[in-house]
């Protein structure tokens, strides 16, 4: 009879072909389901894994991979500090969401001035909105016992529906001709996060994702801190004790 039993320590091994197993095995979910859908699995995965780098349009594709992957990146970093604790957060969407409206809000209230200081308003006014969507499950969690994957997963559509608001009411752009939407931040010189390098794709936020991957790594990995994170998470009666 087949019985699983837990390692006494983690495989270093396995530690780094875990990643790359779990590529080819969404290549070939992916194929699959693309295949039941009367697709061509072996079109579709070349046209999300191998044309982004590669092809003829590579050199738009990966600064785009950049731009979009960088928040995903400190998004992913956030979770997985709440996952090592046992923390099922599964709202990110949703505080994401209100980071982004609180942020441009900073830039967009003082419109059209000029500072060096409106961009990094944008990035702490960003964050403490993401900090606060996210306190309502925690607290929620903490004082009443709900549970923080229905909480804050329902707060995601909360938050879509303040984002479908502010770009009709609050932030529209007033010179936009009545369609939905703020200003264009690109066009406002303090708001605006350009490339560092021109055509690279790598602004502020991409260097400070690579930053912040670094940085959670010597927390979870190198510092008392990061002990306390996982003991949470494999034993919450010993960490509440310690």
């Known amino acids: 009879m087949l019985r699983l039993e837990k390692r006494p320590n983690p495989s270093k091994t396995w530690a780094y072909l875990a990643p790359v197993l779990a590529v080819f095995a969404t290549m070939i979910g992916g194929g699959i389901m693309f295949a039941a859908l009367g697709k061509d699995p072996f079109e579709a995965i070349r046209t999300i894994f191998y044309d982004p780098l590669f092809s003829e349009f590579a050199w738009y594709y990966r600064p785009q991979l950049l731009v979009k992957g960088a928040p995903l990146i400190m998004i992913a970093i956030g979770l997985s500090m709440g996952f090592r604790a046992g923390i099922w957060n599964i709202g990110a969407e949703g505080q ?5 409206i609180c942020g441009a809000g900073a830039a967009l209230a003082v419109y059209p001035a000029q500072s060096p200081l409106i961009f990094p308003a944008m990035i702490f006014f960003g964050a403490l ?89 010597v927390v979870l990995a190198r510092h008392q801190m990061g002990f306390h994170i996982r003991l949470t998470g494999e034993s919450p009666k010993a960490a509440k004790f310690a």
């Open 129 to 217: 909105g993401g900090f606060v969507w996210a306190m309502i499950p925690a607290i929620l969690k903490t004082r009443f016992g709900t549970n923080e994957i229905l909480v804050s997963l329902m707060l995601v559509y909360v938050a879509e529906q303040l984002l479908a608001s502010m770009s009709l009411g609050l932030l529209k752009n007033p010179e936009g001709f009545g369609f939905p939407g703020s200003r264009n931040l690109q066009q406002y010189a303090s708001a605006h996060n350009g490339e560092l390098w021109t055509g690279s794709g790598i602004h502020m936020g991409v260097m400070f994702a690579f930053i912040a991957v670094i940085f959670a790594y």
């Open 96 to 100: 994401y969401i209100i980071g982004a």
